[in-house]
């Protein structure tokens, strides 16, 4: 199979990394392109990244030597080397939105996992088991870019990816409250315990910006496409407290939902068991098999034990339970730079390229 040419823009990055291990062998994607600011620019990643290398494998050996190109002084270089980028940077808002549209109007689709364009009304934000549909608003998109191939389509942000997933099997019964409590890895802000010591032993009651996107992403993944623009539902209310907590990998939710329409704790877990997305029907090769998985276990789901999970792309879920002011209560949980950044954005590349969004 002739395999899609890629960049990973921010590859010296915490998420960059993450996407350099998994592309080390993707099936489908070869890497052309290691891109990043122009700190970076002209040495090989080996140098650019020295001491920040988070990952708990090795660098990949065939990435060590490669140049490392400027992400908007090379950027005409990178969209005419590769099929599509990758990008995962920390710069201002407005900075990345121009950036990205400007790789889309370079005819270069760009999968970010910024949260710039995630408001963008028809910048689609997919998670390929949930909202693959969704992919049908580029079509508006590139005519407002004016590309014929360029468009950029976003990742939620982390902390949702624990909850959404295990609440959308239950939609057709009439979903109205969410409450949500998250526990968030150290790593979602980019960091390890050697890099941020005063986590251990530690819980920080505070995530900036991450209660709004919580309550309001959500509502985006629920929207509906009407005409040029995916249009946020308006129906569930949802409500979030997002903490810090002395965690490496893995987000977890404390989950309440309220529904119209009343079932049974069985028939939830057995929709839990059976849910499939367009990622599975279509066999996408980052696709977990098992997209929920419940655990029977009291002290289940685990950070340390389930995180990991079908290479940390299934999200697992426990506790099941009624509650007396909501119906059901569960705990949930995924693996925040997997599922919740680079892997769902590789599986949501997938999804394009197996949808024919994004041709080799
Ligand atoms: N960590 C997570 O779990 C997570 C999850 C979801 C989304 N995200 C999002 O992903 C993005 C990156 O997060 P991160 O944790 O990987 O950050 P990070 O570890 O701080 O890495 C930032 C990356 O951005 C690059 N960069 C900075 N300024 C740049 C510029 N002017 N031009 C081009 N590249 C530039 C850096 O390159 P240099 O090395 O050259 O400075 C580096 O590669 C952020 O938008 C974040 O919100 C992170």
Redesign the pocket.
């Known amino acids: 199979m002739k395999k899609y040419k890629v960049g990973i823009?921010?590859?010296?990055?915490?998420?960059?990394q993450r996407f350099a291990t998994l592309l080390e062998n993707h099936p489908w994607f070869k890497v052309e392109v290691l891109?990043?600011?122009?700190?970076?620019a002209g040495k090989t990643y080996k140098e650019?990244v020295g001491s920040r290398w988070a990952m708990k494998v090795p660098m990949p050996a065939k990435f060590a030597d490669l140049l490392i190109l400027d992400?908007?002084a090379d950027k005409e270089k990178i969209a005419a080397a590769v099929d599509f980028v990758f990008c995962?940077?920390?710069?201002k808002k407005d900075?990345?939105r121009e950036l990205e549209e400007a790789y889309a109007k370079l005819e270069c689709p760009v999968i970010s996992?910024?949260?710039a364009h995630r408001s963008t009304k028809d910048v689609p934000m997919i998670i390929p088991e949930i909202n693959a549909d969704h992919a049908q608003i580029i079509h508006a998109q590139r005519k407002r870019l004016g590309t014929k191939k360029g468009f950029v389509a976003v990742?939620s942000?982390?902390s949702i990816q624990s909850y959404v997933p295990a609440v959308h099997p239950l939609w057709d019964l009439g979903v109205e409250k969410i409450l949500a409590c998250t526990y968030q890895a150290i790593?979602?802000?980019?960091k390890t315990f050697e890099t941020w010591p005063e986590m251990l032993d530690n819980l920080i009651p505070y995530i900036g910006g991450e209660e709004e996107k919580s309550e309001q992403e959500p509502l985006k993944v629920w929207g509906t496409i009407e005409g040029d623009e995916i249009v946020p539902n308006k129906e569930i209310s949802i409500t979030s407290q997002c903490l810090r907590v002395p965690v490496s990998d893995g987000h977890t939710a404390a989950v309440f939902v309220k529904l119209k329409n009343q079932i049974s704790i069985e028939d939830i877990k057995a929709r839990w068991a059976a849910y499939k997305g367009r990622a599975q029907e279509l066999e996408l090769p980052s696709a977990p098999k098992q997209f929920l998985k419940y655990f029977e276990e009291d002290n289940r789901p685990q950070a340390k034990l389930d995180r990991d999970l079908e290479g940390g792309m299934t999200v697992s879920v426990g506790r099941l339970r009624p509650d007396t002011q909501y119906d059901f209560k569960f705990v949930c949980l995924s693996h925040?730079?997997l599922r919740?950044?680079a892997g769902g954005a590789v599986l949501m590349a997938e999804l394009l390229c197996a949808e024919g969004y994004i041709n080799s």
């Open positions: 823009i921010g590859a010296t990055g915490m998420v960059g891109a990043a600011s122009a700190r970076s650019a992400a908007t995962a940077v920390d710069m900075e990345i996992n910024n949260s990742k942000n982390c790593s979602g802000a980019g925040n730079t919740g950044a």
